[in-house]
């Protein structure tokens, strides 16, 4: 971690060194990461509202699915028959979902100092660091890692004028990832991270072919 990384952890947490949020803003633990990925209520993130929450570790060069995070949340007002048609989840689903600030503490436990990896992961990041000032005044010290962009720099330096499909469903096909279920919160967080690992770790990418 650099030097500003590190004063940026410890100025955001200046008023939270003690507590069950301090260890937000410690050093993150070397080659590990979270990846994440919500299903909320609008594409807005001034307006969207969480229904679940998907999150699992990645160590190393492993995927930690064993300790993965599936949580839904309480329906709130503002779940609408579009947003249903996106991520399937009905007010009866959510019935059982925990109240929204639970959720929240249990994925910050799960954070830890961990850098975020995900796809759109600022969306993600932005719907996080809104609800969690909402909550406790808490500013996150996390930037997170863009997985489309690390496949798209991956492949321009490569293939500079080629146009670069940046869809999720088309990038696990040319890395050869498995298709899993679309605008589900665990699948899409597996997904981010099945594709930072292999950039990461992987060889050279051919161009896809068409």
């Avoid at 209520?41 to 969207?48: C, I, K, V």
């Avoid at 329906?75 to 600030?101: K, M, Y």
Wanted: glycine share 8%; with cysteine.
């Amino acid at each position: 971690m650099s030097l500003w990384q590190h004063e940026r952890r410890r100025w955001h947490g200046r008023h939270f060194r003690q507590g069950e949020f301090a260890p937000l803003f410690g050093p993150p633990p070397a080659d590990e990461w979270v990846a994440l990925d919500f299903e909320t209520t609008s594409l807005d993130p001034g307006r969207a509202e969480i229904v679940a929450i998907g999150a699992v570790h990645i160590k190393g060069n492993r995927l930690l699915t064993g300790e993965a995070l599936s949580l839904r949340v309480q329906a709130p007002p503002s779940l609408s028959e579009q947003s249903v048609s996106i991520h399937g989840l009905r007010h009866q689903d959510l019935q059982q979902g925990l109240p929204l600030e639970e959720a929240l503490r249990r994925l910050l436990a799960f954070i830890g100092a961990r850098e975020l990896v995900g796809y759109h992961i600022a969306y993600d990041l932005r719907i996080l660091a809104l609800a969690c000032r909402r909550h406790w005044g808490l500013h996150l010290p996390q930037r997170g890692i863009e997985v489309s962009r690390l496949y798209h720099d991956h492949l321009y330096r490569r293939y500079p004028d080629a146009a670069i499909d940046l869809h999720l469903a088309a990038i696990c096909q040319h890395l050869g990832l498995p298709a899993l279920p679309a605008h589900d919160a665990l699948a899409d967080a597996t997904a981010a991270a099945l594709i930072f690992l292999r950039l990461t770790l992987g060889g050279p990418l051919a161009y896809p072919k068409v």
